[in-house]
């Protein structure tokens, strides 16, 4: 099955209201090699702790395998986890999830007793850790993405793609703001199918910032972004007014 085309006007005229959208497999991407990832828990060891050694209170997570705590937050996680962070979501100590993080690491790499090495990796991007494809497999996952997938991108797709084509490059928050919705899963939909990526990670922040692909264009029809249709001839003009809604009925 292929992508059904996009047309330039369609994406323009998305209103930006609320949807939902479903989430979609993690995107391939290149990343530092694996080694980065144990020198940099290494290094992390000797410095200072960040947070408190002990959690303060009894947690939904404590009686869970703590490997496995954090693999199944790091599987939902659309953006890189501090280790200060992830050690409050499992109320453990941050020197316990360190080494559950190195642990998983191995795991994952198949350098473990018993363990295979998988078709994904844990990786340090940001000042986190998040799970990606491993880039062996980029091939296979790019041609799922743009063969197997869903033709139909959803409204709630369609008017977050639009937000993104015309302010990019823009945050996730940025884009919730405008759309006044949670937008997570959508901006995994639209990265999955390789119409947006990742173009830069504020260094203050770490918030990322996405952008639209040469891949929209193709779909679009379009040789660059200037050629996308004004967005300002499809809004409203205010000749009406904008206080009819809050007329006392």
Do not use: C
């Amino acid at each position: 099955m292929t992508t059904e085309p996009l047309s330039a006007e369609t994406l323009a005229a998305e209103p930006t209201v609320a949807g939902t959208s479903t989430a979609e497999p993690l995107a391939a991407e290149a990343q530092p090699a694996e080694s980065r990832a144990a020198e940099s828990l290494a290094a992390d060891a000797s410095g200072a702790e960040p947070a408190a050694d002990a959690p303060l209170a009894p947690h939904a997570a404590a009686d869970l395998p703590l490997e496995r705590a954090l693999e199944a937050i790091l599987i939902v996680a659309d953006e890189p986890q501090p280790l200060v962070d992830l050690a409050s979501a499992v109320g453990a100590p941050l020197r316990e999830v360190r080494q559950a993080i190195t642990n998983l690491v191995a795991d994952f790499d198949g350098l473990l007793d018993g363990s295979v090495r998988r078709g994904f990796e844990l990786r340090e991007v940001g000042g986190g850790w998040r799970i990606y494809v491993r880039t062996d497999y980029d091939e296979v996952v790019t041609d799922y993405v743009h063969t197997q997938n869903p033709a139909r991108l959803s409204p709630a797709a369609l008017e977050t793609l639009a937000v993104i084509a015309y302010k990019q490059p823009i945050t996730r928050g940025a884009v919730a703001a405008i759309r006044a919705v949670n937008v997570d899963s959508v901006v995994r939909t639209l990265a999955g199918r390789g119409l947006i990526t990742e173009v830069f990670t504020d260094s203050e922040t770490g918030a990322i910032h996405y952008g639209t692909t040469d891949l929209l264009l193709t779909q679009l029809g379009l040789n660059s972004l200037d050629e996308l249709p004004p967005i300002s001839p499809l809004l409203p003009d205010g000749a009406d007014g904008f206080d009819s809604d809050l007329r006392p009925a």
